[in-house]
């Protein structure tokens, strides 16, 4: 196809439309007629294109690199109908060259100059037809405005004017094509670019690129300034300029030095900025102050810059307010006077109340004017004073009449020399609404000796009880104060504790040990709590909700203890091994506990029993561990989720050496020898053991032996054995 027809391509979108056109209703007519039958048959497929888009010359489909595309259709033949079936978007498309031609579900879209064969593949039937790509131009070229060749690199200062067009070569035809191209800039910092006009905006390289249709052409800007320098005159010594709040502009001027050595005045023409405008803002080289800081003001002005510094300072050093940080009203007072106090620089004050600028944050709750604040409605609004740079705020709330207070604990508990808050006060208003209070509450104490009100706090002074009073519109409400001697330590009757899951247990008790060594048993005095979510904690007992691994912290005054609570399934079985213990002083030994679950499921409790000695001078007891101390007897007893068992211990005395009377006798037939047999314990007490002993003889026929008593029978020898708590001794017998 010649670059003539590419022009002109309204005809061939004609033609196109009705090809499409045309398909459509053979395919419909198609589907109409195999609409409800079975599985189609295919016999052949074959492709449809527009004839415009067929170039007979080449054999081949012609397609265009960035312009129209080029659209195939496969229409598949069907067993017994006449008709033809549209697969195009159900075959398998392929392209031999994708660098030049690729294809997706029937769109050929040109890729690059040269070849492909295109494929469509449908119910095992292939066809394929030759197509070929081109670019619409051979070449694009930039230009310059009086009609030639735009160079590869060009220098250029800011001001001076550049535009460039595009031409579009095909063949021996040329066509400026400079509004259809894409322009692109590599640095708009630099140079930016609207259809072939350049404007020039700071000093260094940009790239302008013209691209169309696959080509494209580049010009490099070597930008320059006109200007060596550029300087600001802020009228102030040194490279700084001052201001305050609230006082007149500053009127900053710019100068530029041509390259000539000729300087010029800018200021109105220049680029003026602000790092910060929240400090200053700066219009044509006018500075004006907004809040203080340090800011820095630029000037740019063809590709040359300076900055200078300036300072914003308050004209004041504070502003102080009368009341200060918070006020509370009552809907029904008259209304507050609120004053501000400057001080400035050389620390003179100066009373500003008329001056400053009163703002309310909430003007439905107060209003304020001059400083005075009337009350409107209940609710909180923030009242502010602001001069000349310098604000303060002070917090109003306006509650509205009570009909009633009440105190959110009737007994506080204190030591002397410790401070604690007073309680809340909720008062019930005239429709029956609950609003705290506490901020305006009138605190006295009946008896100062014992303690104090002050700032919201009550201070402890000696031991005793006192009745605190607060008091609102009129309206009363006591508490009692007791103090008390000064707490060291909190001790809970257990560290650890198993509860059951979903049944309410109460909790372990907690003895307070005083600073005067006394011990007071507080369990109904102390508030425990958790952070856990898998337990309710009520007033004398508590309750988990999941199984899991708690700690409670029980606290009184100041002093606090935690407990370890493990929440689990009812044990309903405790199995102890070995259900006795035999031991020598000084002698430990374990003990295993196993408990079962009303599921069947086991777990070893050993070490989480809550064990107890019965006399742990003689045996000892900690985790699974029991010690012997001393001779007797005595017993251990565990418990776990209120079930126990018991283990008895003895303690026995360890036995060190056996010793026998006498090494070797001789008797004669008819002799006898009355043997003594001494134990000698590890605890230093000997014990004759003689009756206790196993006694043998080695040769019963050469002497007999019986609780000691040797007997001889005839001439010979024989060793005769002692045996005592696993230890054996002998004596010789000769018999002559």
Do not use: C
Request: charged share 20%; no cysteine; net charge neutral.
């Amino acid at each position: 196809m010649n670059f003539s027809l590419r022009i002109g391509t309204s005809l061939k979108e004609t033609r196109r439309w009705l090809a499409a056109a045309l398909a459509f209703v053979i395919v419909m007519t198609s589907l109409t007629g195999v609409a409800n039958a079975a599985e189609d048959t295919v016999t052949g497929i074959e492709f449809s294109y527009d004839s415009s888009d067929y170039n007979s010359s080449t054999s081949s489909l012609e397609t265009f690199v960035e312009d129209d595309k080029v659209n195939l259709t496969v229409f598949a033949s069907i067993s017994g109908s006449a008709n033809k079936k549209d697969v195009t978007a159900d075959a398998t498309w392929k392209s031999s060259n994708t660098a030049f031609v690729k294809v997706e579900k029937g769109v050929l879209t040109g890729a690059g100059k040269g070849t492909a064969t295109i494929s469509a593949t449908y119910k095992g039937f292939t066809i394929s037809i030759k197509a070929a790509s081109d670019y619409v131009y051979d070449s694009v070229t930039l230009k310059k405005q009086d009609g030639t060749t735009a160079p590869a690199t060009l220098d250029i200062e800011i001001g001076q004017p550049l535009e460039l067009t595009l031409d579009g070569t095909k063949g021996s035809t040329e066509k400026n094509v400079t509004s259809e191209a894409v322009w692109t800039t590599s640095n708009a910092a630099i140079a930016t670019v609207d259809e072939g006009t350049i404007t020039l905006l700071g000093v260094g390289a940009a790239t302008i690129t013209a691209k169309l249709k696959g080509k494209s052409d580049s010009i490099t800007l070597n930008v320059s300034s006109p200007y060596k320098s550029i300087t600001i005159d802020s009228g102030d010594s040194g490279n700084l300029a001052e201001l305050y709040i609230g006082s007149d502009d500053k009127k900053l001027t710019a100068s530029v030095v041509s390259k000539t050595g000729e300087t010029s005045i800018v200021t109105d023409t220049a680029k003026w900025v602000s790092a910060n405008d929240k400090v200053a803002t700066v219009k044509k080289g006018v500075v004006t102050a907004v809040a203080a800081g340090k800011t820095t003001i630029t000037v740019s002005h063809k590709g040359v810059s300076t900055s200078i510094d300036v300072v914003v300072r308050a004209a004041f050093q504070s502003i102080r307010l009368s009341p200060e940080k918070e006020y509370h009203l009552l809907l029904q007072d008259a209304p507050l006077q609120v004053t501000a106090e400057v001080q400035n620089n050389s620390g003179v004050s100066e009373d500003v109340t008329s001056k400053a600028e009163w703002t309310s944050s909430n003007v439905v709750v107060a209003t304020v004017s001059g400083g005075l604040v009337t009350p409107k409605a209940v609710g909180a609004t923030k009242i502010t004073a602001s001069h000349m740079g310098v604000s303060r705020s002070v917090e109003i709330t306006v509650y509205p009449s009570v009909s009633d207070i009440s105190v959110e604990t009737e007994t506080i508990d204190g030591f002397n020399g410790i401070s604690g808050d007073l309680p809340k006060v909720t008062a019930t208003t005239f429709d029956g609404s609950k609003v705290d209070v506490s901020k305006i509450v009138t605190w006295t104490s009946k008896d100062e000796k014992v303690a104090i009100v002050k700032d919201g706090q009550w201070t402890a002074k000696a031991i005793g009880e006192t009745l605190l009073t607060a008091t609102v519109q009129g309206k009363k409400v006591e508490i009692k104060l007791i103090v008390h001697v000064k707490p060291l330590k909190l001790i809970a009757s257990v560290k650890d504790l198993s509860i059951i899951l979903g049944k309410e247990t109460p909790y372990p008790s907690v003895t307070v040990v005083n600073e005067d060594g006394e011990e007071e048993d507080i369990t109904s005095k102390i508030k425990w709590k958790t952070t856990s979510e898998d337990i309710v904690l009520k007033d004398e007992v508590m309750k988990g909700l999941e199984v899991s691994s708690i700690t409670l912290t029980a606290t009184y005054l100041t002093k606090s203890v935690s407990v370890r609570v493990k929440v689990e399934e009812e044990i309903v079985k405790l199995v102890v091994e070995p259900a006795a213990l035999d031991l020598y002083p000084g002698r430990s030994k374990s003990v295993k506990v196993t408990g079962y679950y009303k599921s069947g499921k086991q777990v070893s409790l050993g070490s989480k029993m809550n064990w107890e000695s019965g006399n742990p001078n003689i045996a000892s007891v900690s985790s699974t561990t029991v010690k012997a101390a001393a001779v007797g007897t005595t017993k251990i007893t565990g418990s776990y989720q209120g079930k126990t068992v018991v283990v008895p211990i003895v303690v026995s005395p360890k036995l060190k050496s056996l010793v026998l009377s006498s090494k070797s006798v001789q008797l004669t037939a008819g002799g006898t020898y009355m043997a003594k047999l001494q134990a000698n314990f590890t605890t230093g007490d000997p014990s004759n053991v003689t009756d206790a002993a196993v006694w043998t003889s080695s040769k019963a026929s050469v002497a007999t032996v019986v609780g000691g008593k040797i007997v001889a029978v005839s001439k010979g020898t024989a060793s005769i054995k002692a045996t005592y708590a696993g230890k054996s001794v002998t004596i010789r017998v000769s018999v002559k």
